[in-house]
């Protein structure tokens, strides 16, 4: 279990564990604070409206998006098609 989002990356992949979407894979789009991420996945979680989520009710995936990671963090043009490419390119659909 993650105890702080410190343990936690921009683009790094992650499976929900407890609420409505447990199972589901995110990818990390945004750090709050230590409790606290935000996640999306390109469908059920658009990046415009992501998720807000404890870090308690996930479970880190030892992978991380580089192409994820380097836009949000250089702001780069990122869109919901290229996080659902992502999630279905490392086949944890």
């Known amino acids: 279990m993650i105890q702080s989002s410190k343990e936690l990356e ?18 990390v789009v945004g750090i709050m604070d230590d409790f606290f991420v935000q996640i999306a996945d390109g469908d059920l979680r658009k990046l ?3 998720k807000i989520k404890k870090v308690k009710h996930l479970n880190k995936l030892n992978m991380i998006s580089d192409d994820v990671r380097d836009k949000l963090l250089n702001e780069g ?9 992502e999630v279905e390119r490392a086949g944890l659909l």
């Open 10 to 27: 921009v683009g790094q992949f992650v499976k929900s564990r407890a609420g409505r979407d447990k199972d589901r894979v995110f990818i």
């Open 48 to 50: 415009e409206k992501p």
């Open 77 to 85: 043009k990122l869109n919901n098609a290229l996080l659902r490419k």
